[in-house]
């Protein structure tokens, strides 16, 4: 557990495995994460997940099944309602299974550690809002749930527009 993790990851099943071993090697390489393992989707564990993203800011969810209506769908539909965030996804992505080798089948899906350290790497180079105001000041949390976006070029236009005006400060 992190004290101030970049990324938040949410797994569930035997990617949960890929999961602490892909935040392991991002530790190493001075990238902070938290990894929670989502052991039930109903009930969802609302409470956690929330905690998790207003810690982390941005969440990457980590599921062996289809990314429509899985683990992340989930995930990303409590947090729509009550802290939207950036998501990123490791999932099947509207694939039909193969047969094979664990490992070949994980990388031909893009379920493997190695995808996952790629999702939280693209999620770590993504400015929140708290990170935009602290900038350019204000309340970043009424804006933030003003905003309802999950990405912050989606929210720059109200992020602007809370700026002091030309002479004032």
Known sequence: ESKKPKVGIIA?????HHALMAAKELEEEGIESEVMNLSSIKPLDE????????????IVTVEEHQKNGGMGS??????A????????????????????????????YGLDKNAVIKAVKKKADVLDQSDIL????????EIHKESGAPEVNRTLEILKSQLPKEGAK
Do not use: M
Request: charged letters at 30%; a negative charge.
């Open 47 to 58: 409470e956690a997940i929330i905690a998790l993203a207003e810690k982390a800011k941005r």
């Open 134 to 141: 602290k900038e350019v000041g204000g309340n970043a949390k």
């Open 74 to 79: 989930a995930v990303s539909e409590c947090l």
């Open 81 to 108: 309602e009550n802290y939207p965030v950036p998501i990123e996804f490791i999932a099947v992505k509207d694939q039909f299974g193969q047969s094979g080798k664990e490992a070949e089948l994980l990388k031909h």
């Open 12 to 16: 569930t099943g035997a990617l949960l």
